[in-house]
């Protein structure tokens, strides 16, 4: 089953826009809850992350927001820009992130100029 | 400063043969990762381990085998290859730092292809 499921599966914004991509989990044990960035060729790195004693996590241009009760988290990329254009993956954790990380099935972002 | 390796980049191999995909740290991390990673399915969790010594099945291990006799070195091995195992490849590694922000490397990946 799908422990962790992400939206959409693909994205396209215009330079300048707000970019905005879900995620929504089922095990309550989770309780760290990262987003990595992945180019192509690459593999991927560690963009944000958020436990969930905070509803919201800022870091320049990119912002988590978590909803405890709803079992949701979302990344927010505001001001988007065209070398944001990558895929993006929320996961989830337990044990404070030292357990192993289920991902999602990833959200292909395009920025355009 | 390395991080995570593996090795090789790329590999083509026919049905039924074997092989072992590397994976090397040198940041002296506790935890380490196999994953796959398939058009539009995400990163599947495939072993992983918390130390040497200790390995333990992910969400897809059926076909593949794991050994942990460093800290450093984590390899994969596929048995028997079939076209279902045609994917790419990453290793990753974490430390357990407690409340800390932890934080996986991945490496840049194999892409295997099984003809």
């Known amino acids: 089953q799908q422990q962790v499921k992400q939206s959409p599966q693909s994205l396209i914004v215009q330079k300048g826009g707000i970019s905005i991509i879900n995620c929504a989990y089922e095990?309550?044990?989770?309780?760290?809850f990262p987003w990595y960035q992945q180019f192509p060729g690459k593999g991927p790195a560690l963009l944000i992350a958020i436990r969930p004693d905070v509803s919201e996590k800022k870091e320049g241009r990119f912002t988590i927001s978590f909803n405890k009760s709803a079992k949701q988290f979302s990344l927010h990329i505001m001001d988007s820009q065209p070398g944001d254009s990558a895929t993006y993956f929320c996961?989830?954790?337990?044990?404070?992130?030292?357990?192993?990380?289920?991902f999602g099935t990833g959200t292909r972002l395009q920025v355009f100029p | 400063n390395a991080g995570v390796t593996q090795t090789p980049k790329f590999r083509i191999l026919k049905i039924g043969q074997s092989m072992t995909l590397q994976c090397t740290q040198d940041m002296n991390h506790n935890y380490m990762y196999w994953y796959r990673q398939d058009p539009g399915m995400g990163l599947k969790l495939i072993y992983y381990s918390v130390g040497a010594g200790i390995t333990d099945k992910g969400e897809v291990p059926n076909g593949y085998n794991v050994s942990r006799s460093t800290t450093e070195d984590f390899p994969l091995r596929l048995e028997l290859a079939a076209p279902s195992q045609t994917s790419v490849y990453f290793c990753?590694?974490?430390?357990?730092?407690?409340?800390?922000?932890?934080?996986?490397?991945f490496g840049q990946g194999t892409r295997l292809t099984v003809v």
């Open positions: 095990n309550t044990a989770f309780d760290y």
């Open positions: 990753a590694s974490s430390n357990r730092i407690g409340q800390g922000n932890t934080e996986a490397f």
């Open positions: 996961a989830a954790s337990k044990g404070g992130g030292t357990d192993k990380l289920i």
